[in-house]
């Protein structure tokens, strides 16, 4: 008989964070599981600290790629051979606190849930102190018209969209022959894919994973693919509600305010980004034109806020998209802290904790 859960993570040059990766599972008060850790062709230290933990802990299997591939095709090589009756994904630069899986596969258990989620801790790391933010869902266990009704509230502030923070029935995953797409934000599309047919979902309302968010100064550069990669996540979640049969004002309306923040951000990213001004042009051209651009102007809440960040997308203008660029520029470059403050806010309806006035590395909620 197999264990209770899988779980599974694919490193790939992460020394300086692995070895908490790898402790904060090997220290979970839940003791039943496999860990199957893949080396994806890592050049640094990473693979020696994975096998010195395999040494001491028969838990532990590792799958060694000789060469680096999509990180979606390193966690499907995992998920393979994963025989648990529960799948756990882990990312390798981030950690858990100790009674997630304990938590996580009770609730599985008690409900006969073949998916349960949870809330997290969003941690900015600076040079002077860490900002921990916490996300966390309605605690409540669903039946599929209960869920495919409330999920929207976690769809748009992200808590679905991501795969370290949920445990997934394995059976289900190989009934649907789901697996982690070859494409960029393929942890999102692995959640639509499982959310598609769901029938019973439980969610956590606590927090219990931490992730890593270093702090940066300055924007991505200008990236037609993963503006690409965004409206696909886009029709995908489309695809989804209209697979749910779901379509009411309200819904649409929070659907198209979530689309519209992704899209500023690629405009941001477009204009602050390298190539020339002609190159700019064109992709934002690229992102004016998009149906789901047009889907989102259309059907967008018309409250002020809104209505301030569509301007850009509405006017079509260069010169506008390049007053936002600077705008948002100077404001991450020169007042970090209160940009991702204002960030987790706005996007996430997150919580910054504290401890006796410090921010703390988030180990309470």
């Given at each position: ?50 096998d010195?933990?395999?040494v ?36 390798s ?40 933010f ?5 605690d409540?266990?669903?039946s ?85 990669k ?18 009411d ?13 992704q ?11 390298d ?59 020169f ?25 703390t ?5």
């Amino acid at each position: 008989m197999g264990p209770s859960i899988s779980v599974i993570m694919s490193a790939y040059n992460t020394e300086a964070y692995i070895s908490k990766a790898i402790e904060s599972i090997l220290r979970q008060t839940f003791t039943d599981f496999e860990f199957l850790i893949v080396d994806n062709g890592s050049a640094d230290g990473t693979g020696t600290i994975i096998d010195s933990y395999s040494v001491q802990d028969k838990r532990i299997t590792v799958i060694r790629n000789e060469s680096n591939i999509a990180p979606s095709e390193a966690l499907n090589r995992a998920m393979e051979m994963a025989v648990g009756k529960y799948l756990y994904v882990l990312d390798s630069d981030d950690w858990v606190v100790p009674d997630l899986l304990q938590t996580m596969f009770d609730r599985a258990a008690r409900h006969n849930a073949q998916f349960v989620y949870c809330g997290f801790y969003m941690d900015y790391i600076s040079p002077k102190k860490t900002h921990s933010f916490s996300v966390y869902p309605t605690d409540a266990d669903y039946s599929q018209s209960e869920f495919r009704e409330k999920a929207i509230e976690d769809v748009t502030r992200m808590i679905l969209g991501v795969y370290w923070n949920k445990l997934v029935r394995l059976e289900y995953l190989k009934e649907k022959n789901i697996r982690f797409r070859n494409t960029k934000m393929f942890d999102y599309h692995f959640n639509m894919d499982i959310l598609m047919d769901i029938e019973r979902v439980s969610a956590v309302g606590k927090p219990l994973y931490h992730y890593i968010r270093a702090r940066s100064g300055s924007y991505m550069n200008s990236n037609p693919a993963l503006n690409q990669k965004k409206r696909d996540h886009f029709a995908h979640t489309i695809e989804v509600y209209g697979h749910w049969g779901i379509s009411d004002r309200a819904t649409t309306e929070k659907l198209a305010g979530y689309h519209l923040a992704q899209l500023i951000r690629c405009v941001i990213d477009t204009v602050n980004g390298d190539g020339s001004k002609e190159y700019k042009k064109k992709e934002l051209k690229t992102i004016f034109n998009d149906q789901w651009t047009i889907f989102v102007l259309e059907n967008r809440p018309k409250d002020l806020k809104t209505t301030v960040f569509a301007l850009p997308l509405r006017s079509k203008s260069y010169m506008l998209c390049r007053i936002f660029g600077w705008m948002a520029d100077c404001f991450q470059r020169f007042m970090p802290e209160a940009y991702y403050t204002l960030r987790a806010a706005v996007a996430q309806n997150a919580k910054e904790l504290k401890l006796e006035g410090r921010t703390t590395g988030g180990y309470g909620r």
